[in-house]
């Protein structure tokens, strides 16, 4: 028996049928055994749209029995009539069977259904249009007391709050960034890759913690590799330059002013107040200076004193020279003073270079050293006189700190002194060469003497006389 139920885009159409909007829909009959003639056409819409439009935008192959169309937009219903034989039985009397309704419908943005004119069954073959109400009513929210954080409830809708600083955009179906501050999101984050952080903070700064190991660097390969590796302080045209501080670890709070325009890199920070201007690497209890200083300094650490060590580097090839080491005071500037190089045990340099200019300064050795230095020799002063132990134990005064010699006072030229045996040698070299000449033996080739001009030939020839 021929049958007018129908298919839309191959489903059943016992409980109508959701199309995307602006898709093209096919309306087939399941079968068309016994089917002499099919007619299709809308006959109820939704407020929105016109029956008679829906119809004529309709393509109909009445040899296949389809019909396409293109279906309208998001929110509408269509109720459609299909009829076979022209609703006739073979004896020409109207037959019910022969004519059925169906509904097509696009949803919402939010996913329901909305209803047409005159709809009964269409949209559920069991309980009608209600299917379509009675959620949305179940669904309203009575006004609460609280409509929790960052939420607002106002005339039955829930609306999200504004932020103070309008960094965040709050639209009718969306929460974006403001454009300005999605531009600072993507400038920061163009480059991320996984397992890195990134953070940007135009005032406020940014912080690494509870990290087991931070680690900043770098590409190692890539378009980045090589890329410098910048940490810089913040400029400010007002007020004082901010400082870096890398530090592992502080025994105490650290201090409220970490100074001004400083580099300061410590292994262990026991606290104290920071000059200005200065680079400074510490590890352990840190040396306050002057400012513009650059502190290159180790503390104590448990029972075990500090360690400076530089070194130059190790050429290799024929021709290449191992890297120098150089020590440059600076130099004096108009009515500033000369630096000195200075090696002391005291936070006075000036008491040791004596106000000099340009001089090396040592400090007074506060050990004596008792044994032997291997493959080599130690230099230190001692009561202000320059001495030299050499890998034998010998000890030689370089430089008396005071005139010695009792007969002309004038200072020892050498002081030799045998820790081995307790003695100690001295010489004054005007009494020794007047001496050797008293004897007669000339010590001319010794000698670059500035001859007087009130001093015979004659009379030098005599012994010179030593002073008594």
Known sequence: MA????????????????????????IALADIAGVKSWSISCINTDELLSAATVTAGLTIDHVAKTATFTAPAAGSALIFLSKVNNGLDANGRPDPSLTTTFGVFVLTATGYRVGAFDE??????????????????????????????????S??????????????????????????YQSLLDNATVNATANALVRRDGSGGSAFASVTTPTI??????????????????????????????????????????GSGNVT???????????????????????VGPSGAVFLETGTAGTSSGLIYLHSGVASGVGNKSGDIFVVP??????????????????????????????IGIGNVTSIPTSNPVGGGCLYAQTGSLRWRGSSGTVTTIAPAEPHCPKCGSDFALEFENAAWGDELTICLPCMLGSLEKLGIDMG?????????????????QPAEMPQ
């Open 330 to 359: 600076g130099s004096a500037g108009s009515g500033a003073t000369r630096g000195n190089i200075v090696l002391i045990d005291t936070a006075t340099p000036s008491q040791t270079v004596a106000n000099g200019q340009g001089v």
């Open 3 to 26: 049958s007018p139920i129908c298919l839309v885009n191959g489903s059943s159409t016992l409980n109508g049928v959701d199309v995307p909007a602006g898709a093209t829909v096919t």
């Open 217 to 258: 660097k770098p590409a190692d390969t890539g378009a980045s590799a090589g890329t410098t590796l910048s940490v810089t302080g913040s400029n400010t045209t007002t007020g004082s330059p901010g400082a870096v501080t890398i530090r592992s670890g502080v025994a105490s709070s650290p201090s409220s002013g970490q």
């Open 120 to 153: 009964k069954l269409e949209g559920s073959s069991q309980f009608g249009w209600i299917s379509k109400f009675n959620p949305l009513i179940r669904g309203v929210v009575v006004n609460p007391a609280s409509a929790g954080a960052g939420l607002a409830f």
């Open 445 to 461: 080739f010794a000698i670059r003497r500035r001859l007087n001009p009130e001093v015979t030939a004659e009379q030098r020839k």
């Open 155 to 180: 005339s039955g809708a829930y609306n999200v709050g504004q932020n103070a600083d309008g960094s965040i955009v709050v639209n009718a179906d969306d929460i974006q960034l403001k454009p300005a």
């Open 265 to 287: 890199i410590q292994s262990f920070d026991k606290d104290s107040a920071f000059q200005t201007g200065a680079v400074q690497v510490f590890s352990g209890s840190n040396f």
